[in-house]
Nanobody
């Protein structure tokens, strides 16, 4: 099983980025998917998740970030708009497949002028 995240980078405050995570097709359709982030010296926190019941967001990103999934491409996305310096972190995708949890390698997002 593999989760391959991409799309991070350096962006100015107010800018946008779209993160992508390609998930192994063997688990994608039956997985709950999520994006987490971890800033230096802090714990890893949930940013957004998408399940059969819908999407949820951390309060800090509501109205700015959107999580979506493309079943044809076995990919989960995180569209990030109106980025702020406090969004700077390593972003990780996560797949919860029945009782198993899989993590992708992180992608760095830096918001700075």
């Amino acid at each position: 099983v593999q989760l391959q995240a991409s799309g991070g980078g350096l962006v100015q405050p107010g800018g946008s980025l779209r993160l992508s995570c390609v998930v192994s097709v063997s688990i994608f359709s039956n997985s709950d998917l999520g994006w987490y982030r971890q800033a230096p010296g802090k714990q890893r926190d949930l940013v957004a998740s998408i399940t059969s019941g819908g999407s949820t967001y951390a309060d800090s990103v509501k109205g700015r970030f959107t999580i979506s999934r493309d079943n044809a491409k076995n990919t989960v996305y995180l569209q990030m708009n109106s980025l702020k310096p406090e969004d700077t972190a390593v972003y990780y995708c996560r797949a919860q497949w029945f009782l198993r949890t899989y993590w992708g390698k992180g992608t760095q997002v830096t918001v700075s002028s």
